[in-house]
T-cell receptor, first 115, second 116 residues
Framework: AQSVTQLGSHVSVSEGALVLLRCNYS??????LFWYVQYPNQGLQLLLK??????LVKGINGFEAEFKKSETSFHLTKPSAHMSDAAEYFC?????????????FGTGTRLQVTL | GAVVSQHPSRVICKSGTSVKIECRSL??????MFWYRQFPKQSLMLMAT?????????EQGVEKDKFLINHASLTLSTLTVTSAHPEDSSFYIC????????????FGEGSWLTVV
């Protein structure tokens, strides 16, 4: 079974600073990895995903993540935080794209951006 | 892009009554839909997987008789919370996937249920 660990339930950065949200996964087969963002009282929006190919994945809103198999990690980064980035971020893993298999979510990281 | 819509976005019901939440895929055929429950400041917990035309597969610990799921068409799945109690109050989110678009999973906007 797959699992996801997000280190740090809360991360606070200053506006303009680097954003780093950590995600480690566990999977017995090559995983498909996702980052979702959730704004208050809303559903989830896909930021980016890794399926196969290039390990550095670029997403929306200037976010990117790098799949590192040796470290079983898929950390999310953004060079310069903006106030509008304040939200809850979820890392998720899925083990197959051949079937409509389910996503397993991490516990989430709340990003706070301060002036 | 693909859109998944939930209705209602917010609902308040009395304890003991039933409430239905709809999940629609607006511009694609959703072969599979998922229902999640999210408590405040917590992650999403998968409740069940719903395949069109077949019975839903419930996760361990989820009462199938309390949370009725019907996936009657390729664009609609419904979650009915029967005999609702205050502890059922939560944020319910659906997601849908279409095998024809690389298995991207799209999420609805969520539905807040408050049982009083």
């Amino acid at each position: 079974a797959q699992s996801v660990t997000q280190l740090g339930s809360h991360v606070s950065v200053s506006e303009g600073a680097l954003v780093l949200l950590r995600c480690n996964y566990s999977s017995s087969v090559p995983p498909y990895l996702f980052w979702y963002v959730q704004y208050p009282n809303q559903g989830l929006q896909l930021l980016l995903k890794y399926t196969t190919g290039a390990t550095l994945v670029k997403g929306i809103n200037g976010f990117e993540a790098e799949f590192k198999k040796s470290e079983t990690s898929f950390h999310l980064t953004k060079p310069s935080a903006h106030m509008s980035d304040a939200a809850e971020y979820f890392c998720a893993v899925r083990i197959s794209s051949g079937t409509a298999s389910k996503l397993t979510f991490g516990t989430g990281t709340r990003l706070q951006v301060t002036l | 892009g693909a859109v998944v819509s939930q209705h209602p976005s917010r609902v308040i019901c009395k304890s003991g009554t039933s409430v239905k939440i709809e999940c629609r895929s607006l511009d694609f055929q959703a072969t599979t839909m998922f229902w999640y429950r999210q408590f405040p400041k917590q992650s999403l917990m998968l409740m069940a997987t719903s395949n069109e035309g077949s019975k839903a597969t419930y996760e361990q610990g989820v009462e199938k008789d309390k949370f009725l799921i019907n996936h009657a068409s390729l664009t609609l799945s419904t979650l009915t919370v029967t005999s609702a109690h205050p502890e059922d109050s939560s944020f319910y989110i659906c997601s849908a996937t279409n095998r024809g678009v690389g298995n991207t999973i799209y999420f609805g906007e969520g539905s807040w249920l408050t049982v009083v």
